[in-house]
């Protein structure tokens, strides 16, 4: 029987799968992935994963359950899981914006509901999780934590910061990817060949990242070790800024978690 069954092997499905396979945290045998269509996971299946097609089936003597589900769809695969699935069983959602209690309404009152939400870095150990729950005690807390921390980093939050979350970190890595898409973009406006632009980009979006990791300091203090007196560093942030930049970036992570508050419901 399977340690984890993930119902539901989407973007995120698939790579919180990988993620904890490459770390080493369990084995792809010990993985439950589960699919209407099984042929979307016929290569899953030759790396040894299980697969199934039948949600609730792929539950039965699961420690963990995993719903990576659309948020459209959960309300139709919880009803294909009630009848198997029991209070043992540990209940992970990483379905943006919905509650523990809107999974309990179905599930049943006395299942424990961890909500998670990490991003696709998952796939490669280097996720951003945010974790809450209602009423899980510290141990099955502290479960779910370790889980997501063989697959990168996680941070405890308030269950009513789920959204915000969502919002900042799982959407947030697209922000991210585009930011560094356009400043390729700017670098082959300047006369670097495609190529070499997009390296350099995700290079230096690198280090910066790194530097604020392993420094803990503040990004405007690193950028005042850039930005000298009538120098073009200070040149090209204000040309961004009034153009918008930060305010964009602001309103495009409050549009998104307002977003995300209302999907369940659609």
Do not use: W
Not at 50 to 59: E, F, H, I, K, L
Not at 215 to 237: N, R, Y
């Amino acid at each position: 029987m399977s340690k984890i069954t993930i119902i539901g092997t989407g973007n995120i499905g698939l790579s919180l799968a990988k993620g904890l396979v490459k770390s080493g945290a369990y084995a792809a045998s010990e993985i439950t992935l589960t699919r209407r269509s099984l042929a979307a996971l016929e290569q899953e299946k030759s790396q040894g994963y299980d697969v199934s097609d039948n949600n609730g089936q792929a539950v039965v003597g699961a420690e963990v359950v995993v719903l990576a589900v659309l948020p459209q769809q959960l309300k139709k695969v919880m009803e294909e899981l009630k009848s198997t699935i029991t209070p043992d069983q540990l209940v992970v959602s990483v379905v943006s914006g919905v509650s523990c209690l809107d999974v309990k309404a179905v599930l049943g009152s006395d299942m424990t509901i961890v909500r998670a939400m990490p991003n696709t870095a998952i796939a490669i150990g280097q996720s951003m999780t945010c974790i809450a729950t209602d009423d899980a005690n510290e141990v099955q807390l502290q479960r779910v934590e370790h889980l997501f921390e063989t697959v990168g980093a996680v941070v405890v939050i308030n269950e009513d910061l789920m959204t915000s979350a969502t919002a900042l970190c799982a959407c947030g890595i697209a922000f991210f990817l585009r930011s560094i898409r356009a400043a390729s973009q700017g670098g082959v406006e300047i006369g670097f060949h495609a190529h070499d632009a997009l390296k350099m980009a995700i290079q230096t979006a690198k280090g910066a990242a790194d530097l604020l990791l392993q420094t803990q300091s503040h990004p405007e203090s690193e950028i005042d070790k850039v930005t000298s007196p009538k120098g073009c560093t200070i040149a090209g942030l204000n040309e961004m800024e009034h153009n918008g930049f930060s305010s964009a970036f602001i309103k495009g992570i409050k549009l998104s978690a307002t977003k995300a508050g209302g999907l369940y419901n659609e």
